[in-house]
């Protein structure tokens, strides 16, 4: 393997909060990190409209209510400056295979047409196979 290819990684490590699980579910929140050579280089984080209601359901888990997004951007209006900083980058996130990468690219292909082209790495199988604990969540692992 060359190692240099990892040294000089970039990378983006994200975490999205949602209306839901469901297919109509919405994005209500990304926060992301770039990483260049594993030094962060840049921060995203913001609220977003989902322009739908949040179950009460989903708040109590991220703490995220109606009031709060009010004035938030919808995805559409921040999804060029999200496609530009993970422009190069590979996508890195606890379960992103089953939850918030389906959720990027749902919107993506809804604004642009198409899904992003980044490589994606899923912490949470690396988890399972490297850690030994009776959960796997990111909370608990953390």
């Known amino acids: 393997m060359n190692t240099e290819l990892l040294q000089n990684l970039t990378c983006v490590v994200f975490d999205l909060e949602t209306t839901g699980f469901g297919g109509e579910s919405r994005i209500v929140e990304i926060a992301a990190l770039r990483l260049e050579a594993w030094q962060p280089t840049e921060e995203f984080q913001t609220l977003v409209s989902p322009g739908i ?5 989903a708040a109590r888990v991220h703490h995220i209510d109606d009031s709060m997004v009010q004035k938030a ?4 209006d921040i999804a060029p400056g999200f496609a530009h900083f993970c422009r190069d980058a590979v996508l890195v996130g606890h379960n992103i295979f089953s ?3 389906r959720f990027i690219i ?12 980044n490589w994606a790495v899923d912490t949470l199988p690396l988890a399972r196979r490297l850690i030994s604990h ?9």
């Not at 951007?73 to 559409?76: A, C, M, S, V």
């Not at 009776?134 to 953390?142: C, R, T």
């Open 53 to 57: 209601h949040i179950p009460s359901s």
């Open 99 to 101: 939850f918030d990468l």
């Open 134 to 142: 009776p959960s796997h969540k990111l909370e608990d692992l953390a």
């Open 73 to 76: 951007p919808t995805f559409q």
């Open 106 to 117: 749902k919107e993506f292909r809804n604004i642009f047409g198409a899904s992003p082209n």
